[in-house]
């Protein structure tokens, strides 16, 4: 029984030195920070660049196993004032 969760994006080293980001990984841990599940964030490189927090993603979360639990979708969705209706979804 998970009752609280705690998320820990894992920092790279090329991403830290050059300051780039690269798709992001994380280990989500119970409230004993014992690992439960691994998420990693697929999207490209143009997406990461080009749109930023605005980019379409695709995170994958999984057991300890290796075995997929949860897909979390976000498509692409442009927001500006002259569309404010244009909301991201997951």
Do not use: M, W
Not at 26 to 36: A, P, S
């Amino acid at each position: 029984q998970l009752d609280q969760i705690i998320i820990h994006q894992q920092v790279e080293l090329l991403e830290a030195i050059l300051g780039t980001e690269t798709s992001s990984k994380y280990e989500i841990k119970n409230h004993l920070g014992q690992r439960v599940y691994f998420a990693v964030e697929e999207n490209g490189c143009f997406d990461r660049k080009l749109c930023s927090p605005l980019r379409p993603f695709t995170i994958r979360i999984a057991d300890n196993a290796g075995r997929e639990v949860i897909r979390v979708i976000r498509p692409l969705r442009c927001s500006s004032c002259c569309f404010p209706c244009f909301l991201q979804e997951v």
